[in-house]
């Protein structure tokens, strides 16, 4: 009888605290959006358009054929930190590994003890689908041996507990420079960590401190408001950001987004966006037209827009970003903005491009990156027409 | 007898059987969370070609023109009718949709009508057309010896007068009368004046300037506040891109 009431009581502990890792790696999942990229039930198949050609991600449900239930702790721990599969595979760094290097263990063995108890879900995955060279999966070894630093975060004891929390949620799990710091050819990190970067066809903002192009012009509440809400007075995510508002950081603690907020605000000025566009009198005379007709209705006349809804302008960092390719993408396609629970909205902005010419788009984002105190490199009608043949219309 | 009434009811049966299945698929749409939205979505609508007809024949393209200039005559407010492109916009909208009766239920059975419902015939609004711009050449032909456009304007306008009036009946059929079809012709012409200039009409926004409406503008906040002062703007058609 003693002996029945032991095993209870240790099942129960037992269970306890493996409760405790599932809920603390469910978390690890949120902070690392697993889902931005694995799908909603982790089983694989969003493809990732490289400049090397397409990967799709796989399988990492406990599915012993076709995931990851054959792998132990350690193997879990190695892909995580070292990009290294069973079997000594090599993985791409599209699965943010180099990011995924400054978690400590105990997140790692923490999302290990969530993962154990995902569904398992049968989906081959055809990952590899680079081109070649790019497709040898060994080449990553030589890739890691000239990019590849891994090394443990390790907090700066100059600098506050929260900023701490928030350089490493930044740079460790939420991996912000996977798409916010720019690649060099080879695909690895190169200049100002988080100071904008273009990535299939988007750009991802400045985060540092420069006030052109950065969060400069945002509080550290700002920053709060939009990753827990997906808009602020400032701007609204949208495009590949919507996505990582919804599934990741609209479910991060408080203090997290707060130590996030914290970090990102204490980044120094990037090297600015290049200035603004000088000698562009047509251009501007008639994006001014076109902006009247065919913008200023929801982003107002004065570039202010309206409260949360329509996004200003005026003082846009997101206007201001060094590559307009967003813009540019957002112009000719439209774009839906992110709904959370808080903000459950999620405006639209229809395409313009069955109505604008490549020239009049150009016209117009030279306009609005100039105007009102706006300052940014011009839009040439060329560029344009690359964004519109690759993405269609 | 009693077979078709027992086939009928069989019938019946299946058939409210079948309902609540047809009505699940029909109704199965629900939309929760996100809203539907796919980049580059749009349908807007197609400018027509100002060039060539694509309905009218050579004849009924002279007779249409001479109506439309009597309807809207050149003067010193606007252009007339036919430099004004109506009778173009009249030729595209019978070319397209509207002249098949796309949008209306056109099958039997055909009863009177009230006057407020409409037409209630068989005729589409090309076949109408074409109906009538027959019986008005065969009513001028046999009272002036000359088709429509041929005559003087003073003539012109009294055929036209007295097809609205009640005066003139052309041989059309039965459920659809003269004056029927003379107001057709006057609803579809303004239309083609006010109508915005991609639909073939209302040329360099000709009764636009006229009447001094701005056209496809959606924001006056920078001028709301200007008591007693005219809007200074040109007016701008849907596919103005600047303005």
Known sequence: MKRIFLAIAFAAVSTAASAADVGAGRYQSVLGDCEGCHGKNLAGGVELMTPFGKLVAPNITQDKDTGIGNYTAEDFRRAMKEGIAPGGKRLYPAMPYPAYARMSDADIAALWAYFRTIKPVRHVVDVNQLRFPFNLRFMMRGWNMLFFRPAPYVPDASKSAAWNRGAYIATGPAHCGTCHTSKSFFGADTGLALSGALLQGWFAPDLTGDRDAGLGGWSARDVVEYLKTGRNGHSIASGPMAEVVEHSTANMKGADLQAVAVYLKDLPPSAGNGGGASGVEAQMKSGAGIYRMNCAACHSFNGRGDSVLFPPLAGNALVRQAGAQTLVRVVLAGSKAVATPAAPTGPGMPSFAWKLNDEQVANVLTYIRNNWGNRAPAVSADEVAKIRARHGS | ?243
């Open chain 2, 1 to 243: 007898m009693s077979e078709q009434r027992a086939l009928s009811r069989r019938r019946l049966l299946a058939s409210v059987a079948a309902l609540p299945i047809l009505a699940a698929t029909a109704d199965g749409r629900s939309i929760s969370g996100h809203l539907p939205w796919s980049p580059f979505a749009g349908e807007p609508p197609k400018p027509v070609s100002p060039l060539g007809w694509y309905f009218f024949t050579p004849g009924e393209i002279a007779a249409v023109e001479a109506i439309v200039n009597r309807l809207i005559p050149a003067d010193s407010l606007s252009p007339g009718g036919k430099d004004c492109g109506c009778a173009v916009y009249i030729d595209r909208q019978l070319a397209g949709d509207f002249g098949q009766a796309q949008r209306l239920y056109n099958k039997g059975p055909f009863m009177p009508g009230l006057a407020t419902q409409g037409y209630q015939g068989d005729l589409t609004p090309a076949g109408r057309y074409r109906l009538g711009l027959r019986a008005l050449n065969d009513y001028t032909m046999a009272t002036y010896k000359r088709g429509f456009a041929q005559l003087a304007p003073a003539q012109q306008d009294a055929v036209l007068a007295g097809m609205d009036g009640g005066k003139i009946a052309l041989k059309l059929k039965p459920g659809f009368s003269t004056k029927e079809f003379f107001e057709m012709m006057l609803q579809n012409t303004m239309e083609g004046f006010f109508a915005d200039p991609l639909y073939g009409g209302n040329r360099n926004m000709a009764s636009w300037k006229m009447i001094g409406f701005p056209g496809a503008r959606y924001d006056y906040r920078d001028h709301i506040d200007k008591h007693n002062v005219p809007y200074p703007r040109p007016p701008v058609s849907i596919y103005s891109a600047e303005g």
